[in-house]
Nanobody, 114 residues
Framework: QVQLVESGGGLVQPGGSLRLSCAVSGSIFRIIVMGWYRQAPGKQRELVATVTSDGTTNYVDSVKGRFTISRDNAKNTVYLQMNSLKPEDTAVYYC????????WGQGTQVTVSS
């Protein structure tokens, strides 16, 4: 059983930045693909970004150029650096393994508002 604990969310003004962290209970070295998801009010959960064990990244178009996903295998942690935040980025953010999903963590709320 892999446990996922997201943190780092909060209230930020448009144009601001946040860094989200996803702590994984076990070693992430064996996990080839890790991803960040988000679920905005009234919308389905969507996969926002992925990172592979060799550092290859991929992003949904709406966040490309603004978000950066990374991983620190030594800390068993996946990060999402979010810059130039927009109100439409407001959502609960989750991490998981797209290819082998674990039970969802509690997520972390990101609210972008003036």
């Amino acid at each position: 059983q892999v446990q996922l604990v997201e943190s780092g969310g909060g209230l930020v003004q448009p144009g601001g930045s946040l860094r989200l962290s996803c702590a994984v209970s076990g070693s992430i070295f064996r996990i080839i693909v890790m991803g960040w998801y988000r679920q905005a009010p009234g919308k389905q959960r969507e996969l926002v970004a992925t990172v592979t064990s060799d550092g290859t990244t991929n992003y949904v178009d709406s966040v490309k150029g603004r978000f950066t996903i990374s991983r620190d295998n030594a800390k068993n942690t996946v990060y999402l650096q979010m810059n130039s935040l927009k109100p439409e980025d407001t959502a609960v953010y989750y991490c998981n393994r797209p290819r082998f999903p674990s039970p969802w963590g509690q997520g972390t709320q990101v609210t972008v508002s003036s």
